[in-house]
């Protein structure tokens, strides 16, 4: 099993930058990617990005303002947010995924998944 844990997340203005953590613990081992998702109130939860934890690759480019990355040393996944709009109010999850796949912008691909963490932005 691994276990995912958010932080990182609040209310910010727009415009303003926010970095969101993802501490993985237990069998991280087996972990090929990790990625983060979000779910907007109202709305089905979307990918945002993901990276391989083995060689650094990243899956999708979310406009350009979101950089993800990663910590081997300290399993750690990182979401850099940077010029929040009020679209970007959502809740973030991070995921774990320990298949092989052209891509990993789909859900069923990810074994675990962390509880998430609230980001809200205001006008």
């Known amino acids: 099993q691994v276990q995912l844990a958010e932080s990182g997340g609040g209310l910010v203005q727009a415009g303003d930058s926010l970095t969101l953590s993802c501490a993985a613990s237990?069998?991280?081992?087996?972990?090929?990617?990790m990625g983060w998702f979000r779910r907007a109130p109202g709305k089905e939860r979307e990918f945002v990005s993901a990276?391989?934890?083995?060689?650094?690759k990243v899956y999708g480019s979310p406009q350009g303002r979101f950089i993800i990355s990663k910590d081997n040393a300290k399993n750690t996944l990182y979401l850099q947010m940077n010029s929040l709009t009020p679209e970007d109010t959502a809740a973030y999850y991070c995921?774990?995924?320990?298949?092989?796949?052209?891509?990993?912008?789909?859900?069923?691909?990810?074994?675990?998944w962390g509880q998430g963490t609230q980001v809200t932005v205001s006008s």
């Open positions: 995921a774990a995924s320990t298949y092989w796949a052209e891509s990993y912008s789909d859900d069923p691909l990810y074994d675990y």
């Open positions: 237990g069998r991280t081992y087996g972990v090929r990617v």
């Open positions: 990276i391989s934890w083995i060689d650094g």
